[in-house]
């Protein structure tokens, strides 16, 4: 799923999207990732695996949050272009910027250089910290739920006398 989700994000054409208003962009796209999120910790409470369900979650969501991020650089470079240091952003730079923030490396070779973009960064570094903290206990949480009401499941019911 990580790979398609990669190849989606080099091969559909998303600069259509640029009409749209940047904060509009910003209410979106964390709606379709919390979507995604429940979608996925629901799916590994219903699983009969769901140590490996939790896994391939994480597969689908960590991707998703990078990709949404890589996007909105990239379209907010299209709308200004000098939003950031380099010129032109392709979509690679977008995907490395973005897994360099998340990552805390900060090479500094491209960096926001308008407000819009440090303000759409700091969000990024902010969620950066409550996805690997909130998150991880989310998907964990759901695992435990998970493997809980398989054995509860599994267990043989009493006897009634």
């Known amino acids: 799923m990580t790979g398609a989700l990669v190849a989606a994000y080099f091969v559909l054409p998303i600069e259509w999207i640029a009409a749209v208003p940047v904060p509009v962009v910003l209410i979106v796209a964390p709606l379709i990732l919390l979507v995604v999120s429940v979608w996925q910790i629901r ?5 009969d695996q769901p140590g490996l369900r939790g896994i391939e979650a994480l597969g689908i969501i960590a991707p998703l949050y990078l990709l ?4 909105t650089y990239f379209l907010m470079a299209l709308d200004k272009p000098a939003s950031f240091t380099a010129d032109p952003i392709t979509r ?9 923030i998340f990552s805390t490396v900060g090479f500094g070779d491209i960096s926001a250089a308008s407000q819009t973009a440090r303000a759409v960064v700091t969000i990024q570094m902010i969620l950066n910290l409550v996805v690997l903290g909130a998150g991880v206990k989310l998907l964990t949480g759901a695992v435990k739920r998970g493997r ?5 499941a ?4 009493g006897v009634q006398a």
């Open 148 to 152: 809980a009401t398989k054995e509860s």
């Open 154 to 157: 599994a267990e043989p019911k």
């Open 92 to 100: 690679m730079d977008s995907l490395y910027l973005t897994v360099t």
């Open 68 to 71: 949404l991020f890589a996007a």
């Open 43 to 47: 799916a590994i409470m219903r699983s």
